[in-house]
């Protein structure tokens, strides 16, 4: 892997995001499924059948996860197999024309084929955000095959709630709700709601807009709020709402055996506490961190604390 730049682990959002996945010894391949196709970013050659998975969220790619792997390289730290996903309607995956009945199973599903198609049948799983939620699931439905779950700032019990009950559980996460609904709105605008975000994008409003999202959002790279606006797909995101309706989280994550780190930002505004403390009375295995000054991005705001939340360094 080339030589990165290694700022302060205590800087605020210290790295940028990158597109180029050989700049971080990457390669790509393209994973066909039943509803569409997903792109993964790994290294050419494994050196063993197990992998670890990085799923973004529903606002994301392959790409929020580079500031990561960047604090990794600065930290000496080999993370095994590295299989970095854009989920089909994310980055470069796509949903095929008329896709219907997606589900969290679905997307683990994809998940699945995609890594055994790598040839990796046991997998580490670190989640953000939607990703988060996808790998609780897939921990739940293959856990011979699921070894760990890292959920980071992973969307749970309010957010599902906000789902199926809107108006009702408005007051839970006001924010996800509130975008949710404008993004729902777009995506029903076909092609001109995604001109819509895009040319926001190319506006100073993008970073007011998206501020909310981050602890300091005037703060972080430029190439931050320019992956977010790229990585914002109106349709994707109302397929992913669509997808967790009525999912219930306890009856599956009950099941859970494999070890579960979860963490999340102290000015998380998609995370409650409270979500936290739900997570401790399903979830048999689990251990919790809040990390401090840092919103709903901790991956990009505080990666090198996250690796250490994450059990691979103890700075913090």
């Known amino acids: 892997m080339p030589e990165l730049a290694a700022p302060s682990v205590h800087t605020y959002a210290p790295y940028p ?41 529903a606002a994301g790619a392959w790409t929020t996860f580079t500031p990561l792997l960047q604090a990794a390289a600065a930290d000496g730290i080999e993370i095994e197999n590295p299989v970095l996903l854009d989920l089909p309607g994310w980055g470069e995956g796509a949903l095929f024309p008329g896709a219907v009945d997606l589900s969290v199973d679905s997307f683990g599903a994809f998940v699945k084929d995609t890594a055994e198609g790598l040839g990796y049948t046991e997998w580490d799983i670190v989640g953000h955000s939607l990703g988060g939620s996808i790998a609780m699931h897939m921990a739940a439905a293959y856990p011979d095959q699921v070894l760990s779950v890292g959920m980071v700032s992973g969307t749970t019990f309010s957010v599902i709630r906000s789902i199926d009950h809107p108006f009702a559980n408005f007051r839970e996460v006001p924010a996800f709700v509130m975008l949710w609904r404008i993004l729902q709105l777009l995506s029903l605008l076909g092609r001109t709601g995604r001109r819509i975000v895009v040319g926001i994008g190319a506006t100073p409003m993008a970073r007011l807009l998206f501020a909310p999202l981050f602890r300091h959002g005037y703060r972080v790279h430029r190439s931050v709020t320019d992956a977010t606006v790229l990585d914002l797909h109106p349709r994707s995101f109302a397929a992913a709402a669509t997808a967790t309706a009525g999912y219930n989280a306890h009856h599956w994550w009950g099941r859970i055996a494999c070890p579960v780190i979860a963490l999340k930002g102290d000015r998380d505004i998609f995370v409650t506490d409270a979500d936290f403390d739900e997570l401790a009375r399903v979830v048999p295995d689990n251990r919790r961190t809040v990390i401090e000054d840092c919103g709903h991005f901790g991956i990009i705001e505080h990666p090198h604390a996250v690796l250490a939340a994450l059990g691979y360094t103890d700075q913090f």
């Open 17 to 57: 995001v990158v597109s180029d996945a050989a700049t971080l010894g990457l390669v790509e391949t393209r994973v066909a499924g039943e509803h569409g196709h997903t792109v993964a970013r790994h290294r050419a050659v494994r050196t063993s059948v197990r992998a670890t998975i990085f799923l973004h969220g």
